[in-house]
């Protein structure tokens, strides 16, 4: 079955510290894994993609297949990432496009 | 890319009662989708709209309560039946844009529906 989780609804950090929003996913067979932002009042949009192996506004995240994980990570927290952080999941690349599977979604308050 | 204009972005409605919600790209899609977002909760996908053929509904969601509309590449609706208190939410449309490398969802802004 297709499954994202993000065990942490919730997640505060202070201003220059390190930040890390845990994902996991169960899919059979290699998906596209994502991380989509949406700040207040704002609507949902892409952050990062695995397969571009990308930073966006500082933020990194590596796929361990082996975990099943896609953290995401970024050495210094800055105030404008207060913001809903969802992981996602669709099907592998150069297959017909599969739907995307949101996790539950995390909560980033970076205190100043 | 996509850009994706989502009518209306806000309504109030009575129990009872079905709103119809209009999804607009400003290209052709293969395929567009429909989620929820009930206050808190993450995004829940309730059909894949095709052009030319029936949405197909994920599991806790009928045709008979989401009627759903795709009569061309650009354009599809989302209709909620029967409204109770239960079905306030937040309505997205999203379409997947494959690129060279890889696809990319994107989002409307929204509808906000509130049952009253």
């Known amino acids: 079955a297709q499954r994202v989780t993000q065990p942490e609804k919730l997640l505060s950090v202070f201003k220059g510290a390190p930040v890390e929003l845990k994902c996991n996913y169960s899919y059979s067979g290699s998906p596209e894994l994502f991380w989509y932002v949406q700040y207040s009042r704002q609507r949902l949009q892409l952050l990062l993609r695995h397969i571009s192996r990308e930073s966006i506004k500082g933020f990194t995240a590596d796929l361990n297949k082996g975990e099943t994980s896609f953290h995401l990570k970024k050495p210094f927290a800055q105030e404008e990432d207060s913001a809903m952080y969802y992981c996602a999941l669709s099907g592998q690349w150069g297959a017909s496009y599969d739907k995307v599977i949101f996790g539950p979604g995390t909560s980033l308050s970076v205190i100043p | 890319s996509a850009v994706i204009s989502q009518k209306p972005s806000r309504d109030i409605c009575q129990r009872g009662t079905s709103l119809t919600i209009q999804c607009q790209v400003d290209s052709q899609v293969t395929m567009m989708f429909w989620y929820r977002q009930q206050p808190g909760q993450s995004l829940t996908l309730i059909a894949t709209?095709?052009?030319?053929?029936?949405?197909?509904?994920e599991s806790g969601f009928v045709i008979d309560k989401f009627p759903i509309s795709r009569p061309n590449l650009t354009f599809s609706t989302l209709t909620v039946s029967n409204m109770s208190p239960e079905d306030s939410s937040i309505y997205l449309c999203s379409v997947a844009v494959q690129g060279v490398m890889n696809t990319e969802a994107f989002f409307g802004q929204g509808t906000r529906l509130t049952v009253v």
């Open positions: 709209a095709n052009q030319g053929s029936e949405a197909t509904y």
